[in-house]
């Protein structure tokens, strides 16, 4: 009953969004810094973010009943995060500014959790995961602002890399169907729904007037 295992998941998303002052309202810049420009005519906003997981555990499965299992697991993951933003303000205060931002944690550390099964078929099965992390890794948190075309250095914030501790939650239910395909081995099709959340892995800056 007992398990080894190795795993690896990535995530990428990115994503644009624009606005436009109207004629008799104000578009204000919440990203920059208020010492010398807050109104725009134009605001332009790209974002990416970045993730990758990498698992290796060792796991006991035991079986409750005939339709209930469970399977307990622990192990180590490596985890990457990488998160960048830029906005583009032009107009009014501005002169084509750019306002960019970059978070970044790599981080080593012990994982633990459980997985309950609930055979709803001979090769149906109904899955609850949850899991949870400690990394200690290496933080890094950037903040740049110009403006007239990139002539202008407004601020910066760059403290470098320093080691931080970011906890880890992992939540997923889903189906799985394992059909077999000889007398010792079976394929697994599994589809869920998964949730993460690491705390405190990026840095938000702020200015406040």
Same mark, same amino acid.
């Given at each position: 009953?007992?398990?080894? %295992? &190795?795993?690896?998941?990535?995530?990428?998303?990115?994503?644009?969004?624009? &606005?436009?002052?109207?004629?008799?309202?104000?578009?204000?810049?919440?990203?920059?810094?208020?010492?010398?420009?807050?109104?725009?005519?134009? %605001?332009?906003?790209?974002?990416?973010?970045?993730?990758?997981?990498?698992?290796?555990?060792?796991?006991?499965?035991?079986?409750?009943?005939?339709?209930?299992?469970?399977?307990?697991?622990?192990?180590?993951?490596?985890?990457?995060?990488?998160?960048?933003?830029?906005?583009?303000?032009?107009?009014?205060?501005?002169?084509?500014?750019?306002?960019?931002?970059?978070?970044?944690?790599?981080?080593?550390?012990?994982?633990?959790?459980?997985?309950?099964?609930?055979?709803?078929?001979?090769?149906?099965?109904?899955?609850?995961?949850?899991?949870?992390?400690?990394?200690?890794?290496?933080?890094?948190?950037?903040?740049?602002?110009?403006?007239? &075309?990139?002539?202008?250095?407004?601020?910066?914030?760059?403290?470098?890399?320093?080691?931080?501790?970011?906890?880890?939650?992992?939540?997923?239910?889903?189906?799985?169907?394992?059909?077999?395909?000889?007398?010792?081995?079976?394929?697994?099709?599994?589809?869920?729904?998964?949730?993460?959340?690491?705390?405190?892995?990026?840095?938000?800056?702020?200015?406040?007037?």
């Amino acid at each position: 009953n007992w398990e080894v %295992a &190795a795993s690896h998941a990535f995530f990428t998303t990115e994503g644009q969004q624009s &606005a436009i002052r109207s004629p008799s309202g104000f578009l204000f810049s919440t990203f920059t810094h208020p010492f010398q420009n807050d109104s725009a005519n134009t %605001a332009e906003a790209s974002t990416r973010l970045g993730y990758r997981a990498t698992d290796v555990e060792v796991a006991y499965k035991l079986n409750v009943n005939p339709s209930l299992g469970l399977r307990l697991f622990s192990g180590l993951r490596f985890s990457d995060v990488e998160q960048e933003m830029t906005v583009a303000y032009d107009g009014r205060d501005f002169n084509q500014a750019i306002a960019r931002s970059r978070n970044e944690f790599t981080g080593f550390g012990p994982r633990l959790g459980a997985q309950i099964d609930l055979k709803l078929a001979s090769d149906l099965k109904l899955f609850g995961r949850g899991a949870g992390s400690l990394l200690l890794g290496n933080k890094f948190t950037f903040y740049e602002e110009t403006d007239n &075309a990139g002539t202008d250095l407004v601020a910066r914030f760059n403290p470098g890399s320093r080691q931080q501790i970011v906890p880890g939650l992992e939540l997923a239910l889903g189906l799985t169907w394992q059909p077999k395909i000889g007398r010792r081995s079976n394929l697994n099709f599994s589809i869920g729904y998964e949730y993460q959340h690491l705390f405190n892995v990026s840095e938000s800056i702020r200015f406040v007037d």
